[in-house]
């Protein structure tokens, strides 16, 4: 079975450019996740997707940043402009079930944001 | 208060000691915990997961869970050099569309 992939595995930018990264989860997973994790933290939930539509936000900056996940697969997340706290890793996970209440997450790779 | 609350350590145990990892929690009815670990530079890996219906074994790997001080805990018995990580606890937030929230981690060392 595939895994999570990612890309870019890196990306270095400058304060006030855009950035897009992109997701595709196990094959049949229904719920998709973007965590942010800053160095020395524990991932922090950004998004939540349950098929294409948005289950949990609230900790996503609205302002700069947005998700899509369109037809319930791929999954992009675009950060604009960007600022320097933004450097991090980028990890999207996806789950089998619906709403990922008591499901696993599988990780990939992750990509990791520097913000100069 | 936290959610998700972990001592960053770093948690130093020798090479066969049984190293012991715990994590508080704030949602009382939280019923899913995880552990992950994560190696330096990689993305998290699940190594155990249980109910509040009670504790489990796999392997070296214990996890165990007191609802009442809302605290769950990860043995490692036989602890190997190659155990040395960040290890994250995540909870699932059952008031809160089953979010999953993760603590900031402990480093474990574990010295030959």
């Known amino acids: 079975e595939a895994g999570v992939a990612q890309s870019p595995r890196y990306k270095i930018i400058e304060k006030r450019q855009s950035v897009a990264f992109w997701c595709n989860p196990i094959?049949?997973?229904?719920?998709l996740y973007w965590y942010q994790q800053i160095l020395g933290q524990g991932p922090k939930l950004l998004i939540q997707?349950?098929?294409?539509?948005?289950?949990?936000d609230s900790q996503l900056p609205k302002d700069r940043f947005s998700a899509e996940r369109l037809k319930g697969v791929d999954s992009t997340l675009k950060i604009q402009p960007a600022k320097l706290e933004d450097s991090a890793v980028y990890l999207c996970?996806?789950?089998?079930?619906?709403?990922?209440?008591?499901?696993?997450?599988?990780f990939g790779s992750g990509t990791q944001l520097s913000v100069l | 208060q936290k959610e998700v609350e972990q001592n960053s350590g770093p948690l130093s145990v020798p090479e066969g000691a049984i190293a012991s990892l715990n994590c508080t929690y704030s949602?009382?009815?939280?019923?899913?915990f995880f552990w992950y670990r994560q190696y330096s530079g990689k993305s998290p890996e699940l190594i155990m997961f249980?109910?509040?219906?009670g504790d489990k074994e796999d392997g070296r790997f214990t996890a165990q869970l007191n609802k009442a001080s809302q605290y769950v805990s990860l043995l490692i018995r036989d602890s190997q050099p190659s155990d040395s990580a960040t290890y994250l606890c995540?909870?699932?937030?059952?008031?809160?569309?089953?979010?999953?929230?993760f603590g900031q981690g402990t480093t474990l060392q574990v010295k030959p």
């Open positions: 094959s049949g997973h229904a719920t």
């Open positions: 995540a909870v699932n937030m059952a008031s809160n569309t089953g979010k999953l929230i």
């Open positions: 996970a996806s789950s089998r079930g619906a709403r990922g209440t008591n499901e696993k997450l599988f």
């Open positions: 997707f349950q098929n294409n539509g948005v289950v949990d």
């Open positions: 949602d009382r009815g939280s019923q899913s």
């Open positions: 249980i109910y509040s219906n």
